[in-house]
Structures are given as C-alpha cells and as structure tokens.
T-cell receptor, first 113, second 113 residues
Framework: GQQLNQSPQSMFIQEGEDVSMNCTSS?????WLWYKQDPGEGPVLLIA?????ELTSNGRLTAQFGITRKDSFLNISASIPSDVGIYFC?????????????FGDGTTLTVKP | GAGVSQTPSNKVTEKGKYVELRCDPI?????LYWYRQSLGQGPEFLIY????????DSGLPNDRFFAVRPEGSVSTLKIQRTERGDSAVYLC???????????FGPGTRLTVL
C-alpha cells in the first residue's frame, strides 16, 4: 500500500531551538496533514494542507505542501517543553477515498529545558 | 463538549478469545473511523463508516475483524479468535463529514497473551 517516509525518526533539542521535520511519498498526495500525539492519547490535528505549494501557519508551527505533491514539511519555531511528543504526517493519496488517511511512522521530539 | 470516547481503555485477553471494542463518537458526527496503531508506528487505517454503512473496509486485515455501527452513532469493532499479533492500540476517530477534520479518541490498548 501507500507508504510515507517521515524523518528524522527522533530529535533531541534544546528549548528555544527551531525544529524541522519532513515527510515524503513515492506517489502523489492531494492532502497533507500534520498531527501531534501525546502518550496515552489519540493524535490531534495541527495543520491541514490542500494545495500544492500551500504554506500554512498555526502559532509557532508552519507546514508546507510540496510543489511535487510528494512531500511536506513541518517547522516548529522557538520550541518549548510542551512541544514534546510524537509528530505524524498523514495524507490522502490521489484517487483514494478521502476517508482513508495514510500515516507516517512519526518523529519523536524531546525538548530539553 | 464531550470528545470521542472509547471503552475499555485497556483490554487483556487470551489467544483465541473474542473481543469487542466500543467507540462513542462526537454527537452529530456522521463519519467514524477505526485505526490500529502498533508500538513505534503511525495509525493504520482499518475501516470507515458514513452513517450506518461501511464506506471503506479495505484496511481490515482479515475476516476475523468486523465492525458495526447499527444506528449511525456508536460503533463496535469485533475481533474473533484473537492472535498475539492483534496486540495494539485501536483508535477511533469521528468527523462531521467525510472530508472534515478527524477527532481521535484516546484508544483501547489490546493485549493478547
């Protein structure tokens, strides 16, 4: 099936640093989504992207839908301890049911105070 | 208002037993989704409902897995003859309609001994 390659797998950063993570696919996606998951909870949607080239911000978070429609990145600026968690990219491949999201395997973020 | 709730939060069973996992979506949400998340991986789509009908069940791994949503609200995921490989967190999500943001519940952690 569809596979999303998410990198890096984990990150250890100092509070205040900026973070960048990305997601690539071998096939075209028509929607890209970024989620955060805390321990013992379900993922929470951070940003949704619907058009190639789209750049969207949500507070300190910025995400972009790649021009090729096969990649997306998420940036977090001025990280704080509560940014700790697992970040997942997800999306809807072209010509698939929009109810069926494909997820990457996550980037685990650790922020040292 | 109340979010998506899932019961039980934890379920331990023996190989070969039958289990039922329940999902209560957000009131008024017509679309409901089931995912399975193994340790260290992203959620994997299982099935989604639009109203009472299963619109896409292509993610169900085999015929031991079945899900129902008889009144278009609560859904039950049923697993027959459980195997150790079924151990995972089973996540449920709901959305107002198919293309809207999915709101996830906290999941049911299933352990098959």
């Amino acid at each position: 099936g569809q596979q999303l390659n998410q990198s890096p797998q984990s990150m250890f950063i100092q509070e205040g640093e900026d973070v960048s993570m990305n997601c690539t696919s071998s096939s075209i996606f028509n929607t890209w989504l970024w989620y955060k998951q805390d321990p013992g909870e379900g993922p929470v949607l951070l940003i949704a992207l619907y058009k190639a080239g789209e750049l969207t911000s949500n507070g300190r978070l910025t995400a972009q839908f790649g021009i090729t429609r096969k990649d997306s990145f998420l940036n977090i600026s001025a990280s704080i301890p509560s940014d700790v968690g697992i970040y997942f990219c997800a999306g809807h491949p072209l010509n698939t049911n929009a109810g069926k999201s494909t997820f990457g395997d996550g980037t685990t973020l650790t922020v040292k105070p | 208002g109340a979010g998506v709730s899932q019961t039980p939060s934890n379920k331990v069973t023996e190989k070969g037993k039958y289990v039922e996992l329940r999902c209560d979506p957000i009131s008024g949400h017509t679309a409901l989704y089931w995912y399975r998340q193994s340790l260290g991986q992203g959620p994997e789509f299982l099935i989604y409902f639009q109203g009472t009908g299963a619109a896409d069940d292509s993610g169900l791994p085999n015929d031991r897995f079945f899900a129902v949503r008889p009144e278009g609200s609560v859904s039950t995921l049923k697993i027959q003859r459980t195997e150790r490989g079924d151990s995972a967190v089973y996540l449920c999500a709901s959305s107002p309609a198919r293309d809207n943001e999915q709101f996830f519940g906290p999941g049911t952690r299933l352990t098959v001994l």
